[in-house]
């Protein structure tokens, strides 16, 4: 018997998806949550083989759920379930070793047929998303590539300028002339593939050299 646990902030998606699973013999729902803060509460009680995980929640969203999930030693296998389809949302997940990613417009069968996957140590990623997921993965290979190509102090300018710093404000926080600032930068820019300050940017957040938070 395959224990699944489902965590959705919507109380009829919970149900709706009890009674899909179950038509299969061999799934049984034993608990469900309305966010991952919940889901840790019932985890207390309850073992289940699978989680199925919402990303959008209140309280605890998905993608949080997973990052506490990957502290514990022993933690259930995970299937994202959710509408998002964007590339961004999925390889934060891979990221964070997702074991599945389906979205909400699959048929039934095919939802059982990720749960089993997911069970018996495969991953499953739905197949309309494969040929995005990969095409991002070997872009982002190409950017780790370059980001080796810099020093620590490039990678500290590059940051810094990112950040919005101007140059003589990079200088001062460095200890360094702003000419240097300025030939740090040319190389930076050579080796990154980008002609200026906002490219810089765009790349620095998406390779997770700074946060859009920070």
Not at 45 to 66: A, C, F, R, W
Request: proline fraction near 2%.
């Amino acid at each position: 018997m395959i224990n699944v646990m489902i965590v959705d902030d919507h109380k009829m998606i919970r149900e709706g998806l009890k009674r899909l699973l179950e038509t299969d013999e061999n799934i049984k729902v034993i608990a469900d949550a309305d966010n991952g803060k919940d889901c840790f509460s019932k985890l207390r009680s309850v073992s289940p083989d699978i989680i199925l995980l919402d990303i959008n929640m209140p309280v605890m969203d998905g993608l949080e759920t997973l990052q506490l999930l990957n502290r514990k030693k022993v933690h259930p296998k995970t299937l994202i379930l959710t509408v998002h389809n964007e590339v961004d949302y999925l390889l934060r997940a891979v990221d964070l070793g997702i074991d599945g990613y389906i979205l909400k417009d699959s048929d039934s069968s095919e939802l059982i047929r990720a749960v089993y996957c997911v069970y018996e140590g495969e991953t499953f990623i739905q197949r309309s998303l494969i040929p995005i997921l990969n095409s991002k993965l070997i872009a982002r290979d190409m950017d780790k590539e370059k980001i080796e190509l810099l020093s620590d102090r490039e990678l500290e300018v590059l940051k810094l300028c990112a950040l919005g710093y101007f140059n003589k404000e990079i200088g001062t926080k460095l200890d360094i002339t702003e000419r240097t600032v300025k030939n740090h930068l040319s190389s930076i820019f050579k080796k990154i593939g980008c002609t200026d300050r906002t490219q810089a940017a765009v790349f620095s957040i998406r390779n997770g050299i700074i946060s859009i938070n920070e």
